[in-house]
């Protein structure tokens, strides 16, 4: 079959197979950032590349955090996140936080700050992005965050 036999209109005709999708993804160049929160829900960070530019009025972020993931019932409790792209050089910190590592010893890697939000900010990032999540929406195994930031450096 090639793609002019498929019907774009019948969903249960897979077009592109997940693990080709996941293999594609892997090869897009991203930014790596370590998104943090913490307040009444607990401290809590993971690995993020799907992070991306909204508008600028208001300054506003999309971060996509996997609803299976460790950080995700602290980071949609707490609505507040700071989004850390790593620099050269903090390849261990991505890691960390990327993996099965228990929080308290993801934080104890890295210099901490806190900015507005109380959500931890990486001393040395190549920026921050310190935010609260304005909405959010979900969309198969993930929740879309938009994230109103109120301060960067």
Known sequence: MNLAELDPTNVATPLVIKQDYRDAMARLAAAVNVITTDGPAGRAGFTATAVCSVT?????????????????AAVTANAQLCVNTLASGQRDLSNL???????????????WITWLTGSPVLEGAAVSFDCRVSHSTTVGTHDILFCEVLALK
Request: proline residues 9%; hydrophobic residues 40%.
């Open 97 to 111: 936080f990327g993996g099965k590592t228990p929080m308290a010893e993801r934080f104890a890697a890295g210099n």
């Open 56 to 72: 600028d009025d208001p300054p506003t972020l999309l971060v996509c955090l996997n609803r299976g993931a460790s950080a995700h």
